[in-house]
Nanobody, 127 residues
Framework: QEQLVESGGGSVQPGDSLRLSCVTS????????MGWYRQAPGNERDVVVV???????YYGESVKGRFAIVRDSAKNTVYLQMNNLKPEDTAVYYC?????????????????????WGQGTQVTVSS
């Protein structure tokens, strides 16, 4: 059974940066379509960014230009680089992985597309 372990969350001020990490335990990340999601209290789990094994990437509208997904296969790690953080970015962030192939990047934006999920890491942005 694959396990995903996230780290890097914390409390920061508006305008700061954070980098979240997600490490897989069994297979190398190059075999997985990967996603980052977030969930704020009282809200549904929303897509932040998803990426296919081929590198096709989709960013949620609210994070475009501020967040970036980065893969490091040598370290078996996927990063979520978050810049210019805003209070509305406050949430628990989850990484997800899937071995399944979907013909459209839009399919990767749905939570049902993923087989494995991390435990989540809290990000709080407040002045």
């Amino acid at each position: 059974q694959e396990q995903l372990v996230e780290s890097g969350g914390g409390s920061v001020q508006p305008g700061d940066s954070l980098r979240l990490s997600c490490v897989t335990s069994r297979r190398n990340i190059r075999y997985y379509g990967m996603g980052w999601y977030r969930q704020a209290p009282g809200n549904e789990r929303d897509v932040v960014v998803v990426q296919t094994t081929g590198g096709t990437t989709y960013y949620g509208e609210s994070v475009k230009g501020r967040f970036a997904i980065v893969r490091d296969s040598a370290k078996n790690t996927v990063y979520l680089q978050m810049n210019n953080l805003k209070p509305e970015d406050t949430a628990v962030y989850y990484c997800a992985a899937t071995l399944r192939y979907y013909s459209s990047i839009i399919d990767y934006t749905h939570a049902w597309a993923y087989d494995y999920w991390g435990q989540g890491t809290q990000v709080t942005v407040s002045s």
